[in-house]
């Protein structure tokens, strides 16, 4: 009887939370903008965005302070602003005493890609595109040399069938593998593509170049860089030699300067 008694009371509780909740959420919709915070989330102290960007973004913001919830339409709010391209998610609702609260994620770039023409963009760890700003320039690998020219949509994906097997997705990867390997993410600088399809890596310590060659067995690679470097920098040193060529399976050929 008791474990009923239990039972029952637990029900009659969720149900008056669910009736307590929606009436929050009726009566709000009545209650006026009288401020707007902008929230942004990031791992920089800097980045692409501010909250004068993002309000600017809103348009009049006296005329969104004169409007109820109901009016403002916290949904349409999102979608305007999701439209940037350097932002990942936003989420935006209103307390009760009319505070209208705006989160944004901003996008993470991991990458800087410069095409043949010298024109460049950045790309995050999801594979979005992301534009250039005047605001905020980001320290990231770069890559350069024989790309292409990226007549690229803001809107599409690296990950997108067109760019699949192209130098533009094969330097992202390469990229990737770098950044999830804690002793080259502090020591390859650039990722270079040559004339003939090739891909180099140029290390920010030591005046060498580190040959790749296709991208065939591309992890095996880097993982066979990484194990020269720990059993040859303390005896050898960052400058014995010219070039590190790896282009060959299971097999480190070193020229020295």
Request: hydrophobic share 40%.
């Amino acid at each position: 009887m008791l474990r009923i008694f239990k039972i029952v009371l637990f029900i009659l509780a969720v149900m008056g939370l669910v009736s307590l909740t929606v009436l929050i959420k009726h009566e709000n919709t009545d209650i006026w903008v009288k401020d707007i915070t902008v929230n942004i989330y990031r791992p920089t102290e800097i980045g692409f965005l501010s909250s004068d960007i993002i309000l600017s973004e809103l348009g009049n913001i006296d005329s969104i302070q004169t409007l109820t919830l109901r009016e403002a339409e916290i949904e349409s709010i999102e979608e305007l602003l999701i439209v940037n391209p350097h932002i990942e998610h936003v989420d935006s609702y209103m307390t009760l005493d009319g505070k209208l609260l705006i989160n944004v994620s901003e996008k993470v770039p991991v990458i800087r890609i410069y095409d043949t023409d010298g024109k460049s963009l950045y790309v995050d760890k999801h594979g979005n595109f992301i534009p250039l700003s005047n605001r905020y320039t980001p320290r990231v690998i770069i890559a350069s040399g024989y790309i292409g020219d990226m007549n690229i949509k803001l809107s599409s994906n690296i990950y997108d069938s067109i760019y699949i097997n192209t130098p533009l997705n094969n330097v992202f990867h390469i990229n990737n593998l770098i950044l999830k390997n804690e002793l080259l993410k502090s020591q390859i600088g650039q990722v270079y593509v040559n004339s003939i399809g090739e891909y180099d890596l140029i290390p920010m310590l030591g005046n060498h170049i580190i040959k790749l060659g296709k991208t065939d067995n591309i992890k095996q690679k880097i993982e066979n860089l990484t194990s020269y470097y720990k059993k040859n920098l303390v005896t050898e040193g960052w400058n014995k030699y010219r070039t590190i060529n790896l282009k060959y399976k299971d097999q480190i050929v070193c020229t020295k300067k």
